[in-house]
């Protein structure tokens, strides 16, 4: 058995926290990845049992914690992780991963071995292990823009899915699931006094999130991009702080995805110590980096500015606290709101709604018919036609284009597993009992796991910058999945109702009511001039043609359409580049690493 470790060093920055670390008599080991925010408190439990520590670390807590508890010591923590244990009186080995997906944690059964690691690189190094693609894996990258857990890019290597532990003894472990959201009971709310005492626990429940995640050895900021999210965490922070706090945020030359102005009023409100960076992104260059860093093909663009901000950020402190899962909490993103006004019909006309259900129907009657779901009548009978709408509106490739995209061969290497399956399942899975719900449900166990916390976690690591996010502190999520739906999405139209209203004694209106703009690049715009003929040259060349996965005449139509500006493409084109860059890189061998 080994354990290996390279540490960045946030609590306890003695010899005494290095890693992998023992309990006393050495016969229980750890390597850990992430930060434990009640360890103080688990820590004197732990010492009033009569266990003896060494460091001052949340990393001994784990250690001991599994003494006297065993598996079910990972529903004790509170926090973002994965880890390792190998207990040698048992000879077993324990993996964890935290509920939300916070950190990765990748694996391998050989037939003689069992191999993990916290980045796929690691486990590449194993000699047996070739770096081959995984169709089906990669077939729903091209559906989700990234590959979702337990499936990895590379054929034999998995993930393990979030509030998940995988208990390994004599080769062989199955993983098994600790921690599941719940939407089911609701808090009762009665009249507006009710409202607001519900806006004030919010934000006292926020505070604490907060304040729990500012504990370091290390200089400590928070990312401010301008929205209410990032605002209220800066806002919270400031008002426990002692000093200035430190904020970092990302500028861009076209106005329309610039959201600097609103960062600034922020700054400017609690007197940050604001640090401000305008990109003006070298995608050629940056490309190298982002493959070789995310270690699978990542469809999401937002990747460039988060590593941006985070190099930039990792220059005056090395942890920092962001606003991620506000949208998944409270209803935040555009596409709620369509599916929503399905959900709760008041102040609606008829005939917009009517023009809605008309477009969805036949959308939905004609993917009936492409899938033969008339056999199935109890997918037909989850799979509604406002379930498609929102399918369609988070997927790139999804199967009406698949069938124009996809050679003959790579149709029937992924013909036994539709890509919508997969997110049905997951809502499906949920105990929602309203649509709104599930969707945000479906989202925290889907698009923020395998896509944002991915994105998170990869770019800021790629800097030795802490990342962590108080509204993804699973008390907190366990309290605001009780607050009833309409409180979130107020008359099918007013996103984040409650969490606006809970904002407006913190933050300026403009920037709790101004629209969301999300943290865009303007890659439609590199497509059809600076980038546009290293995408053509990539996607059109003869080894990516080769590969077998697409048809040419479709790239090119894509392509050609994009360019022209006759259709908006850049998501498509964006994910099909990672793809093949990816390729290159991992698979061929033909793309440079970065130095």
């Known amino acids: 058995m080994g354990l290996g470790h390279v540490r960045l060093s946030i609590i306890d920055l003695s010899p005494q926290g290095h890693q992998p670390m023992s309990n006393e008599d050495h016969t229980v080991w750890i390597t850990f990845n992430g930060e434990i925010y009640n360890f103080p408190e688990l820590r004197e439990e732990l010492q009033q049992k009569g266990h003896q520590f060494r460091s001052r670390t949340d990393t001994e807590v784990i250690v001991h914690l599994w003494e006297e508890e065993g598996a079910r010591c990972v529903e004790r923590l509170r926090g973002m992780f994965a880890f390792a244990i190998w207990d040698d009186r048992q000879k077993v080995l324990f993996l964890a991963r935290d509920r939300l997906g916070k950190k990765p944690l990748f694996y391998a059964m050989l037939p003689d071995r069992f191999v993990f690691g916290s980045e796929i690189k690691a486990i590449l190094q194993d000699p047996d292990i070739k770096p081959e693609p995984d169709l089906v894996a990669i077939h729903y990258y091209l559906t989700y823009q990234s590959v979702p857990s337990p499936y990895c890019a590379f054929r034999g290597i998995k993930k393990?899915?979030?509030?998940?532990?995988?208990?390994?003894?004599?080769?062989?472990?199955?993983?098994?699931?600790?921690?599941?959201?719940?939407?089911?009971?609701?808090?009762?709310?009665?009249?507006?006094?009710?409202?607001?005492?519900?806006?004030?626990?919010?934000?006292?429940?926020?505070?604490e999130a907060i304040r729990i995640r500012l504990v370091s050895?290390?200089?400590?900021?928070?990312?401010?991009?301008?929205?209410?999210?990032?605002?209220?965490?800066?806002?919270?922070?400031?008002?426990?702080?002692?000093?200035?706090?430190?904020?970092?945020?990302?500028?861009?030359?076209?106005?329309?995805?610039?959201?600097?102005?609103?960062?600034?009023?922020?700054?400017?409100?609690?007197?940050?110590?604001?640090?401000?960076?305008?990109?003006?992104?070298?995608?050629?260059?940056?490309?190298?980096?982002?493959?070789?860093?995310?270690?699978?093909?990542?469809?999401?663009?937002?990747?460039?500015?988060t590593y941006y901000v985070?190099?930039?950020?990792?220059?005056?402190?090395?942890?920092?606290?962001?606003?991620?899962?506000?949208?998944?909490?409270?209803?935040?993103?555009?596409?709620?709101?369509?599916?929503?006004?399905?959900?709760?019909?008041?102040?609606?006309?008829?005939?917009?709604?009517?023009?809605?259900?008309?477009?969805?129907?036949f959308n939905w009657q004609a993917f009936v018919k492409q899938q033969h779901l008339w056999k199935d009548p109890a997918t037909l009978a989850s799979f509604t036609p406002r379930l498609l709408s929102y399918y369609q509106r988070i997927t790139h490739f999804h199967e009406f284009y698949q069938t124009d995209l996809y050679t003959a061969?790579?149709?029937?290497?992924?013909?036994?597993?539709?890509?919508?399956q997969l997110m049905l399942g997951k809502y499906r899975s949920s105990d929602a009992r309203s649509f709104l719900d599930a969707?945000?449900?479906?989202?925290?166990?889907?698009?923020?796991?395998?896509?944002?916390?991915?994105?998170?976690?990869?770019?800021?690591?790629?800097?030795?910058?802490?990342?962590?996010?108080?509204?993804?502190?699973?008390?907190?999520?366990?309290?605001?999945?009780?607050?009833?739906?309409?409180?979130?999405?107020?008359?099918?139209?007013?996103?984040?109702?409650?969490?606006?209203?809970?904002?407006?004694?913190?933050?300026?209106?403009?920037?709790?009511?101004?629209?969301?703009?999300?943290?865009?690049?303007?890659?439609?715009?590199?497509?059809?001039?600076?980038?546009?003929?290293?995408?053509?040259?990539?996607?059109?060349?003869?080894?990516?043609?080769?590969?077998?996965?697409?048809?040419?005449?479709?790239?090119?139509?894509?392509l050609t359409e994009h360019q022209a500006s006759k259709r908006n493409y850049q998501y498509l084109v964006w994910n099909l580049l990672?793809?093949?860059?990816?390729?290159?890189?991992?698979?061929?061998?033909?793309?440079?690493?970065?130095?």
Not at 162 to 182: D, F, N
Not at 324 to 345: C, S
Not at 514 to 526: E, I, L, S, Y
């Open 310 to 361: 985070s190099k930039l950020a990792r220059q005056y402190v090395t942890v920092v606290l962001n606003g991620d899962g506000g949208d998944e909490n409270f209803a935040g993103y555009p596409r709620y709101v369509k599916n929503g006004a399905l959900d709760h019909r008041e102040g609606q006309g008829l005939f917009p709604l009517f023009r809605g259900w008309l477009e969805d129907f």
């Open 439 to 558: 969707l945000l449900n479906l989202d925290l166990e889907f698009y923020l796991p395998d896509t944002l916390m991915a994105k998170v976690d990869v770019t800021s690591m790629a800097h030795s910058l802490e990342a962590r996010a108080p509204m993804l502190d699973h008390h907190f999520l366990e309290f605001v999945a009780k607050i009833p739906a309409p409180l979130k999405l107020k008359n099918s139209k007013q996103s984040k109702y409650i969490f606006k209203k809970a904002a407006e004694p913190l933050l300026p209106r403009e920037v709790i009511y101004r629209p969301k703009m999300g943290f865009g690049v303007p890659t439609d715009h590199w497509f059809r001039h600076e980038l546009k003929d290293l995408v053509n040259d990539t996607l059109l060349g003869p080894r990516s043609l080769q590969r077998g996965y697409f048809r040419g005449d479709f790239l090119e139509k894509i």
């Open 160 to 207: 393990l899915p979030p509030a998940h532990y995988l208990l390994v003894k004599e080769g062989s472990g199955v993983p098994r699931r600790y921690w599941k959201l719940s939407y089911k009971d609701k808090l009762a709310l009665n009249g507006v006094r009710t409202e607001e005492h519900l806006q004030e626990e919010i934000v006292e429940r926020l505070r």
């Open 409 to 420: 061969d790579m149709k029937t290497a992924t013909a036994a597993y539709p890509a919508f």
């Open 217 to 305: 050895d290390v200089p400590l900021g928070a990312f401010l991009s301008g929205g209410i999210d990032s605002s209220i965490v800066v806002a919270l922070m400031a008002d426990i702080f002692n000093q200035p706090v430190k904020t970092f945020s990302i500028s861009f030359p076209q106005e329309e995805y610039n959201e600097a102005r609103y960062a600034r009023l922020v700054a400017d409100q609690y007197q940050t110590d604001h640090h401000e960076f305008q990109v003006t992104p070298d995608a050629k260059a940056i490309f190298p980096e982002l493959v070789w860093h995310f270690d699978e093909p990542f469809a999401d663009p937002a990747a460039i500015p």
């Open 578 to 595: 990672m793809l093949e860059l990816w390729h290159q890189m991992f698979i061929d061998k033909t793309l440079a690493p970065p130095v």
